[in-house]
């Protein structure tokens, strides 16, 4: 059994971060949504990670130990965090760990995610969340996304960077897999994943 302190040693640690608690959507099986009201749960906090707090919790001694950095969105959406930027580019510039983003993708503007992706490049991939071939399908669990907002975004990624696809498989869409995937690989996305709904 490998222990913390081999994999310590062995530079292979891969954390998993949440930078942000702040979402823009409303999904209803969220840990941050209450499914009453879908909005943010009352003892949840609006907070996120600054650059200089993601410094001192990971200083270049510490990422030279981490393989990979895992965004997820479990109590917010990674790209909401105002210096999303400023992390991105000091993992880049000071290690060598692979990145992985994962998001609704329905915020900013297409040249925001051009940014992001000339940042990132070939050291990591941005996973976004896609459960329909039109609006009406997509926002029946992530409400209050776009859908076409988030295919211009991945789109607009995947200039420079490697993008992913994250797919929910519910009654409302089981039947439309094959369509989604073919939406989204007309835009140049390779890898893409399908989870059923618990």
């Known amino acids: 059994m490998k222990t913390y ?5 062995k530079k292979k640690l891969k954390a998993w971060l949440d930078i ?9 099986q969220c840990h941050r949504t209450n499914p009453k009201t879908l909005n943010k749960v009352d003892w949840l ?27 997820c969105g479990t109590w917010g959406d990674p790209c909401m965090n105002k210096d999303i930027f400023e992390i991105c580019e000091y993992i880049i510039n000071e290690s060598n760990c692979y990145m992985v983003i994962n998001t609704n ?7 925001w995610w051009t940014h992001l992706s000339h940042i990132i490049k070939n050291r990591g991939k941005v996973v976004f969340a896609i459960d329909g071939i039109n609006q009406e399908m997509h926002s029946h669990y992530r ?19 490697k993008a992913g696809v994250f797919t ?15 939406m ?13 709904t618990d």
């Not at 906090?45 to 965004?71: G, Y």
């Not at 993708?105 to 040249?111: I, L, V």
Request: proline share 5%; with cysteine.
């Open 105 to 111: 993708g329905s915020m900013r503007e297409p040249f």
């Open 5 to 9: 302190s081999s994999v310590y040693k």
């Open 45 to 71: 906090p609006l907070i996120q990670w600054s650059l200089k707090e993601f410094k001192t919790a990971f200083p270049k001694k510490t990422l030279n130990h981490i393989k990979e950095f895992n965004f």
């Open 20 to 28: 942000t608690t702040h979402c823009n959507a409303r999904c209803p």
């Open 143 to 161: 409400q209050k996304t776009d859908l076409n907002l988030i295919l211009e975004n991945m789109k607009a990624y995947s200039q420079y960077g």
């Open 168 to 182: 929910v498989v519910f009654k409302h869409n089981e039947n439309y897999l094959k369509d989604i995937n073919e």
């Open 184 to 196: 989204v690989k007309e835009i140049g996305v390779k890898e893409h994943i399908f989870v059923p």
